[in-house]
């Protein structure tokens, strides 16, 4: 059973940036590669971030490389998007999962949580 619950998204300015959070339910949570998609209303779910398990390797799309750093603390079962120089193009809905694959990551779980709202205005 794993359960993924999203926080840190608000409403910002063009150019400000967020930090998201990801609490992962579970003990096998530093086992397992994790990742950042996001939603918005009119496109399909996209890949946007993901990091290796023990945190040593990243991979980002270019849309958003050298914009978010994704990190990650096993200690706490925690994975973190810090978002900088945020564009509206990025207002989305933001989910965090269990992920797989090697350059992008494709999502593990079944399981969605509820995301955490991204809004940024021009």
């Known amino acids: 059973q794993v359960q993924l619950v999203e926080s840190g998204g608000g409403l910002v300015q063009a150019g400000g940036s967020l930090r998201l959070s990801c609490a992962v339910s579970?003990?096998?949570?530093?086992?397992?590669?994790m990742g950042w998609f996001r939603q918005a209303p009119e496109k399909e779910r996209e890949f946007v971030a993901g990091?290796?398990?023990?945190?040593?390797?990243?991979y980002y799309p270019d849309s958003v490389k050298g914009r978010f750093t994704i990190s990650r603390d096993n200690a706490k079962n925690t994975v973190y998007l810090q978002m900088n120089s945020l564009k509206p193009e990025d207002t989305a809905v933001y989910y965090c999962?269990?992920?797989?694959?090697?350059?992008?990551?494709?999502?593990?779980?079944?399981?969605w949580g509820q995301g955490t709202q991204v809004t940024v205005s021009s």
């Open positions: 999962n269990l992920v797989y694959g090697s350059g992008p990551y494709y999502p593990l779980s079944d399981y």
């Open positions: 990091i290796s398990w023990r945190g040593g390797s990243t």
């Open positions: 579970g003990r096998t949570f530093s086992s397992y590669n």
